[in-house]
């Protein structure tokens, strides 16, 4: 008790110095701090899912004139100036336009896996063929990163992560929840996409011990991975697009 009644003064203190340092009042700090996200801020969050597919898609080649193209064809009626400005705020923007800087550690990764899976969706048994991506969820700390594992006889997930960074940890872990939950499976094709993460040494290493086949799909090709990125697409439809996480454990 004593402890709770510690952390509470401690907080409320942080707030009083915060609005003193902002100039505003502590209860107009709660107001704006309990005061769910406008219909333009949900517009911005909506957009910005498809920004993130849509650049994905492209091998993080498009930049915001031809990004607010493809939201045009997808029914988005939004001007190329509130793309770009998103696209700058989310840290978004095309590769082709950082001239001169190293974006891979080619040391850490390994080159890319053939497509072993062919956008052959149906599997005649479980543990033949999972397929694994990576997803982000806004929160009001930050993004949070999920990872997941899918097994596609049964479309269950059978592993998961989530972290708040992108990075090789993330799918090392819902990789190794899979492998634990379905006892160490071997000669299973695991389906991802070519981003680093999935092409680190630590990942590739982890496939490999595990006499598991790595997959990966084509450059450009989302619908090579169709069934992780429909699970994600009634993910956020049914748990993310209309809620407002204040932090990341709530999400």
């Given at each position: 008790?004593?402890?709770?009644?510690?952390?509470?003064?401690?907080?409320?203190?942080?707030?009083?110095?915060?609005?003193?340092?902002?100039?505003?009042?502590?209860?107009?700090?709660?107001?704006?701090?309990?005061?769910?996200?406008?219909?333009?801020?949900?517009?911005?969050?909506?957009?910005?899912?498809?920004?993130?597919?849509?650049?994905?898609?492209?091998?993080?080649?498009?930049?915001?004139?031809?990004?607010?193209?493809?939201?045009?064809?997808?029914?988005?009626?939004?001007?190329?100036?509130?793309?770009?400005?998103?696209?700058?705020?989310?840290?978004?923007?095309?590769?082709?336009?950082?001239?001169?800087?190293?974006?891979?550690?080619?040391?850490?990764?390994?080159?890319?896996?053939?497509?072993?899976?062919?956008?052959n969706f149906k599997a005649v048994e479980?543990?033949?063929?999972?397929?694994?991506?990576?997803?982000?969820?806004?929160?009001?700390?930050?993004?949070l990163y999920l990872a997941v594992m899918i097994d596609?006889?049964?479309?269950?997930?059978?592993?998961?992560?989530?972290?708040?960074?992108?990075?090789?940890?993330?799918?090392?872990?819902?990789?190794?929840?899979?492998?634990?939950?379905?006892?160490?499976?071997?000669?299973?094709?695991?389906?991802?996409?070519?981003?680093?993460?999935?092409?680190?040494?630590?990942?590739?290493?982890?496939?490999?011990?595990?006499?598991?086949?790595?997959?990966?799909?084509?450059?450009?090709?989302?619908?090579?991975?169709?069934?992780?990125?429909?699970?994600?697409?009634?993910?956020?439809?049914?748990?993310?697009?209309?809620?407002?996480?204040?932090?990341?454990?709530?999400?």
């Amino acid at each position: 008790m004593k402890y709770t009644f510690i952390r509470a003064e401690c907080k409320n203190h942080c707030v009083k110095t915060l609005c003193h340092v902002m100039g505003v009042s502590t209860s107009g700090y709660y107001d704006w701090f309990d005061r769910p996200l406008s219909q333009r801020e949900q517009d911005n969050q909506r957009l910005l899912t498809k920004i993130r597919c849509f650049h994905k898609s492209s091998h993080s080649i498009y930049g915001s004139p031809r990004i607010q193209k493809d939201l045009i064809d997808d029914g988005e009626f939004v001007s190329r100036q509130r793309v770009a400005r998103l696209m700058k705020a989310a840290g978004i923007q095309s590769k082709v336009a950082k001239k001169f800087v190293i974006t891979t550690n080619s040391r850490s990764t390994i080159a890319p896996s053939p497509d072993r899976l062919k956008r052959n969706f149906k599997a005649v048994e479980k543990n033949k063929a999972w397929v694994s991506d990576t997803t982000f969820i806004r929160t009001r700390q930050g993004w949070l990163y999920l990872a997941v594992m899918i097994d596609l006889y049964s479309r269950q997930v059978i592993g998961w992560s989530m972290y708040d960074r992108n990075n090789t940890k993330l799918v090392v872990d819902t990789l190794d929840m899979a492998i634990w939950r379905r006892n160490k499976v071997k000669g299973a094709i695991v389906h991802s996409d070519q981003g680093s993460t999935y092409a680190s040494g630590d990942y590739q290493k982890m496939l490999n011990e595990n006499k598991l086949l790595p997959s990966m799909s084509r450059k450009g090709e989302c619908h090579d991975n169709a069934v992780a990125e429909s699970f994600f697409g009634s993910l956020k439809n049914e748990l993310v697009e209309h809620e407002d996480y204040r932090t990341r454990a709530e999400a």
